[in-house]
């Protein structure tokens, strides 16, 4: 069965709980709203999951009596015995198919040889043959059931047909033999009279007729046989079939398939529910946590203004970063396979270093690796700012770009594609907490926030192994990453993709990738500035 239904589709609770709680003033005002929201959605499931419930009892209570006719009696079904006698069953159809298709071949071939068209010999032949299994069954069961004898009797019979019938076609090709290896006169084709006696001169009538009167006498055994051997063939078939612990046995097995179904519907509903729950407090607290950074007491709002008024030199040259920059590289082996990949970690990085060139002033950058744990086990190849720059004065912002190209080509040089994984999404949440602490946690401005992303786009992970699911297409994509928290919270993120390669991709696959990750990112609450297969990356497309 298949009556599973789940919570509203398309309803992100944990964004429902982040933003319930972003227009409450109080975290208990949040709790009680999105309660109410999936009391409502759950008792919207109610009737699915009363029906589900009706079902499953039904179904057990079906269960116990087909056990208990089975089961609980003196002699219980052996269920090798069942097992047998299913095959036996499946041995018989073929055997019926195969003594089908004899009869309607020695039908076909009498009707033929009557001069009928093709057709018509074919209706008449399956017409004929429809006999036995109209008439089969009848006999078998009037007369032949429970009496082994005459089942026995039945049996000889056609294996003596079977028998004259080898008889008679070997007895067709011997005369065949013959008459191919017989001397013939030659007979005269000259117009002469006398050439022209051919009385002497035995003919081929003689051996022609033989042959297709054995021929015939052969054919009409075979089809006595095939017709015999289908009825008791059908007749077997359906005792076998109709048996009545087979029957309650087979529908036992049905009835439990039907028990497991209903009892995951219910699990998987009900698990919906609880889902939903975690993922609306999860939204709710992360909200509360964001408000509470932006919440400043008010006696630290006025020593603020008093600092500021009393010390502005200072502010002037203080490092204010107004802009947020991450750059993830692929460092997994994924990218360097085949040819045409060959140097394309080569141009991630010089890609990379060109960006670092022309880093925007007042930034904060980082540049991290996409490998197995782009989380946990990050590899941070560089960290470091841009000061600001005034006017026509920026010798300390050209010196620092100077310094971030080069450290950055230092520390990668030890880099390789070499890592056995692709995590990119352990990568978008290493940069989320990056962004979300540290400096941005004393600014009172929220920076612009930028993440470049040198990769195939093709994450590999055991709980998303992109190229194995790609068959799914991308709709469905997206709610296996849904359904895996893999959906990283970006809103205000802007992310540009650089270098997604298409070697090793037909178009399809190419384009499945790309529009996974524009839903994915627009899941998010992101903005995908740009998803290139080429590694050209300047800031100047932002």
């Known amino acids: 069965m298949n009556q599973t239904s789940q919570m509203p589709k398309g309803l992100d609770w944990e964004m429902h709980g982040y933003q319930t709680m972003l227009e409450c003033e109080r975290a208990d005002q949040a709790i009680e709203i999105c309660g109410l929201r999936i009391h409502a959605c759950s008792d919207e499931l109610q009737p699915k999951l009363t029906r589900l419930h009706s079902d499953l009892d039904h179904n057990q209570h079906h269960a116990c009596a087909l056990r208990e006719i089975l089961y609980e009696r003196a002699v219980p079904v052996n269920d090798a015995a069942m097992l047998t006698h299913s095959l036996k069953a499946a041995i018989y159809v073929m055997l019926a198919v195969a003594a089908s298709a004899a009869s309607v071949a020695s039908n076909l071939m009498m009707f033929l040889r009557l001069g009928w068209a093709v057709v018509w010999s074919a209706l008449a032949a399956v017409a004929i043959t429809a006999l036995p299994l109209a008439f089969g069954h009848l006999f078998y069961e009037k007369f032949i059931v429970g009496n082994k004898q005459l ?6 019979a056609i294996a003596l047909l079977v028998a004259a019938v080898g008889y008679r076609f070997g007895q067709t090709r011997q005369v065949t033999a013959d008459a191919s290896t017989e001397e ?45 051997s289908l009825g008791l063939l059908v007749g077997l078939y359906i005792g076998k079939r109709t048996d009545q612990d087979y029957t309650s046995w087979k529908q036992l097995k049905e009835v439990h398939e ?40 008010y006696h630290k709002v006025i020593a603020g203004i008093i600092l500021f008024t009393l010390a502005v030199p200072a502010t002037l040259h203080s490092q204010t970063s107004e802009h947020y920059e991450t750059i993830l590289i692929d460092t997994s082996r994924s990218i360097a396979k085949g040819r045409a990949n060959k140097d394309l970690f080569q141009e991630y990085l010089r890609s990379a270093k060109k960006l670092l060139a022309t880093e925007p002033p007042n930034t904060r950058v980082w540049v991290l690796g996409i490998g197995m744990d782009s989380f946990g086990g990050v590899r941070e190849i560089l960290k470091g700012f841009t000061p600001d720059a005034r006017g026509i004065f920026t010798d300390n912002l050209n010196d620092a770009r100077r310094q971030l190209a080069v450290s950055f080509e230092t520390n990668s040089a030890t880099f390789s594609a070499s890592d ?81 390669s298409t070697a090793g991709q037909t178009p399809q696959q190419w384009r499945a990738v790309r529009r996974f990750w524009e839903i994915y990112v627009a899941a998010a609450g992101a903005e995908l500035v740009s998803y290139s297969s080429e590694c050209d990356a300047s800031h100047s497309s932002s």
């Open 151 to 156: 089942e026995r009797a039945l049996v000889l």
């Open 184 to 228: 013939t006169e030659s007979r005269s084709y000259v117009d002469d009279p006398a050439a022209n006696d051919v009385s002497d001169i035995p003919g081929p009538q003689g051996t022609e007729s033989k042959v297709n009167a054995t021929f015939g006498n052969a054919l009409f055994l075979a089809s006595i046989a095939a017709e015999l």
């Open 258 to 297: 039907s028990i497991g179904d209903i009892e995951a519907g219910i699990a998987e509903v009900l698990a919906s529910i609880e889902i939903a729950k975690k993922q609306c407090m999860a939204g709710i607290r992360r909200a509360e946590i964001i408000k509470k950074r932006k919440h400043t007491p």
């Open 420 to 500: 056995s994984g692709t995590d990119i999404f352990g990568a978008l949440w290493h940069v989320k907490a990056v962004f979300e602490s540290g400096q941005e946690r004393r600014s009172s401005d929220r920076p612009s926030r930028d993440i470049w992303i040198f990769s195939d786009m093709m994450n590999e992970t055991k709980e998303f192994l992109m190229p194995q699911l790609l068959e799914l297409g991308p709709e469905r994509m997206i709610e296996r990453a849904k359904g895996n928290n893999l959906v990283v919270p970006l809103r205000g993120y802007n992310i540009h993709i650089v270098g997604a």
